[in-house]
């Protein structure tokens, strides 16, 4: 499992997410960036096809299989330094929780309220997956990913993942 | 779990072969016993793999604080030898800020080959999230099309921006060169233009990246000398003419740029030009040239702006297709048709003009006589005075009274060829029927006709007609007076305002001529401005005023509100104001 996030005063930020292509199968992409939305690292996985029998032998678990423990933690482990948290766009992705001491956040672009838990930033609602006993780290967590709202809007990262993606593939 | 399939703990699944069969009791008296031979009997297993190996993850790691604007190419050589931004609020945002909404990217050029570096622009933020980090605003806000120029810009060491005259070539040139400066990519930039536009670039330098050092290289040998080697001055302009002038100095002193930018670049069209081999041999790592006629008579003429931007890319033998080709990725040209799409936009180019020297030498003399007669005068000067020495310094703006040079004219001249060659027609307006005359004279080449109260209506009708339905005729020639009102010229797309009137109102009647509905495109208005004249001080006046009311405009006599009032008259030449019995 990987490091706890680090909020230090030079504080970075994961963005992991999957593309589905229907030729190769299912990509992994995580990209840490700095305060300013400025890339760090990128990792990238081979695409992992699925099989009939796979679909029809794991059921409704495939998904959370798939992104939270063959991918998502696959690509956490390769991560160098240590984001205050990974954000995630997918609810199969928030699997990747039991296999990280990272803060999981999932932000989605909606129109709506604040969820329970949730917070809304620059249009974007971010939830993190904190237990309710962590509502310290949940405001702290908002005051930094505040900061990268500044610079970027909070759901551009994943875009820039799947162009990079999608470069990959053309090479 | 149905009989003969099970899964064991794991993830693998397990097919076994049946076991047992069931016999139902009531087909038989007695049952019949089938015997299985067990002893030895392995099952068929067939093993699916599931989910558990974990795919090949690629590793790419950038430097830290590094950004789309930093140079991640190999550096190629030519020749011859903030704090924390706003949480995304909105509010306060002036006209000029960073817009958030837009999202421009900076992609790669085609000749970055390798992954890492193709992903390290991929993976950059959007331009104006760039912008935004660098705290660095614009004094107006971009079109969209001059961020995408930015972005094509940014990233290349070789590149033509081929825009159409009026979509500000200039200012994307320099936003551009202004973050390379910020992230510290550039230190040293050269742009090179023609004598002429060397005061505009010096104007729109300080419009557009205004914290930027700049020097213009001119003077004595002795002066250029030291101008050339300056150390710490980010941007040095020089013309043509200088460069080619002072080739041997630049190679002696070692002259190195980080990027040189070419405005006008079809002067070097021609390879065998001394123009050319001079542009050529200063030392380089970024090229770019900014032409809105990339390709004046033949596809030789980007061969020559090629050699330039990246030599050996294009030659002479290539095919139309094979050049098109080979220069896409370092070529970027846009229309108006294309880029702004709505009723037409109106862009004003303010064109801050020197004059010539002896143009300079008259006016100073014209200025200095006129404002000793003014103050010999004393009290007894009157506005009629004061307006006279007006109208006698801007017709020295216009044309030197002594020699008949013309600082405007050979700006226009060298405008009027770009809008000939795209085949486009010009409006230009002048408060003076001397002036149309003279202009006419001189444009003969671009068939140019005029428009003025002083001809009849059969006549004025007869150049309209002209105009519009012939080709040859790209330039008309109106007064304010006749041909501000009442005219539907907006088949062009070009209005040139040679000298200025003194209400806005009136130059803004003269431009909707050419800026009205059915227009065929956005149209480019030009208002020149001697530099460091009487022309200028009026239009600070007016620039300040022009929210004022009307009621102290006007469009005729001199005294009856002129746009200024008896004072501000007074004022543009430091002269006290008259007793108001005498301006009465």
Not at chain 1, 69 to 96: F, N, Y
Not at chain 1, 144 to 164: K, N
Not at chain 2, 500 to 512: K, L, S, T
Request: charged share 25%.
């Amino acid at each position: 499992m990987q490091q706890q996030g680090n909020e230090s005063s030079d504080p970075t930020f994961g963005f992991l997410t999957t593309v589905d292509s229907p030729t190769h199968g299912v990509f992994g992409g995580y990209l840490v960036v700095d305060a300013g939305g400025r890339p760090l690292e990128f990792h990238c996985t081979t695409p992992l096809k699925v099989s009939r029998a796979q679909q029809i032998l794991y059921g409704a678990t495939l998904q959370g299989h798939l992104h939270g423990r063959q991918i998502g933690a696959a690509l956490l482990a390769e991560g160098g330094a240590a984001p205050v948290a990974v954000l995630i766009d997918s609810e199969a992705m928030l699997h990747v929780r039991s296999h990280t001491l990272l803060p999981v956040a999932l932000v989605q672009r909606l129109s709506g309220e604040e969820g329970s838990g949730g917070f809304v930033i620059g249009g974007v609602t971010v939830t993190p997956t904190v237990t309710p006993g962590e509502k310290g780290d949940s405001q702290s967590l908002r005051r930094l990913l505040e900061i990268l709202a500044g610079a970027v809007d909070l759901c551009e990262p994943f875009e820039r993942i799947r162009s990079a993606i999608e470069e990959a593939q053309r090479h | 779990m149905a009989d003969g399939l099970r899964t064991i703990a794991g993830d693998d699944l397990v097919l076994s072969t049946p076991r047992a069969m069931k016999v139902p009791l009531a087909a038989l008296a007695m049952p019949r016993v089938l015997r299985l031979p067990l002893a030895g009997a392995v099952p068929v297993v067939t093993s699916l793999p599931l989910l558990n190996s974990a795919p090949a993850v690629s590793r790419y790691r950038f430097p830290r604080h590094a950004s789309a604007v930093a140079n991640v190419a190999p550096p190629v050589e030519f020749a011859q030898g903030s704090a924390v931004p706003d949480s995304g609020k909105e509010e306060g945002r002036g006209a000029g800020a960073v817009p958030r909404l837009l999202r421009t990217r900076i992609a790669p050029p085609g000749d970055v080959v390798r992954m890492e570096e193709r992903l390290f622009f991929l993976l950059q933020p959007d331009l104006e999230s760039l912008l935004r980090s660098c705290r660095l605003g614009f004094p107006r806000q971009p079109f969209p099309f001059q961020l995408e120029g930015m972005a094509f810009l940014l990233p290349r060491h070789g590149a033509v921006l081929a825009d159409e005259m009026g979509l500000g070539k200039s200012m994307q040139a320099i936003s551009s060169l202004r973050l390379l400066i910020h992230a510290g990519e550039a230190r040293r930039v050269l742009v090179v233009c023609p004598k002429g536009l060397v005061s505009n670039w010096v104007r729109e330098l300080g419009d557009w990246a205004s914290e930027i050092p700049v020097a213009v290289i001119e003077g004595d040998p002795q002066k250029r000398r030291w101008l050339w080697s300056l150390p710490d001055v980010a941007v040095k302009i020089a013309n043509y003419e200088s460069v080619v002038r002072d080739r041997e100095m630049v190679a002696e002193l070692g002259v190195s740029f980080d990027l040189v930018v070419l405005d006008e670049a079809q002067r070097i069209k021609n390879r065998a030009s001394q123009t050319s081999h001079a542009v050529r041999s200063l030392s380089r790592r970024r090229s770019w040239a900014l032409t809105g006629t990339p390709v004046e008579n033949s596809s030789d003429d980007l061969v020559g702006i090629f050699e330039f931007v990246a030599p050996g890319q294009l030659h002479e033998q290539m095919s139309p297709r094979e050049m098109g080709s080979a220069a896409a990725d370092h070529v970027l040209r846009r229309t108006k048709d294309k880029v702004l799409k709505d009723l037409p936009p109106r862009l004003n180019r303010d064109e801050r003009i020197e004059l010539t020297p002896e143009q300079r030498e008259t006016y100073r003399q014209a200025e200095e006589d006129g404002v000793l007669r003014l103050a010999d005068m004393g009290r007894s000067a009157t506005i009629r005075h004061v307006f006279e020495l007006v109208l006698r310094l801007k017709q020295v703006c216009n044309f030197d009274t002594a020699t008949g040079e013309s600082a405007k004219l050979d700006c226009l001249q060298s405008d009027l060829e770009e809008i000939q060659a795209s085949g486009r027609k010009a409006l230009v307006f002048s408060q003076w029927v001397e002036t149309l005359g003279r202009l006419k004279t001189a444009l003969g080449r671009f068939g140019a006709l005029e428009y003025h109260g002083g001809m009849s209506t059969a006549a004025r009708d007869e150049a309209i007609r002209r105009f519009k339905h012939q080709k040859e005729h790209s330039v008309l020639l109106l007064s304010y007076g006749a041909g501000a009102v009442g005219l539907n010229l907006q088949f062009s797309q070009y209005v040139f305002l040679f000298d200025r009137w003194w209400n806005p109102a009136v130059e803004d009647q003269a431009i909707n001529r050419a800026h009205r509905i059915g227009a065929a495109g956005a149209v480019t208005v030009s208002r020149y401005l001697a530099a460091d004249t009487i022309e200028e001080r009026i239009d600070e006046v007016l620039r300040k005023k022009r929210n004022l009311s009307e009621a102290i405009l006007s469009q005729t006599e001199p005294g009856e509100g002129t746009g200024l009032t008896v004072d501000e008259l007074f004022a543009l030449f430091k002269l006290p104001p008259p007793a108001r019995a005498a301006a009465a």
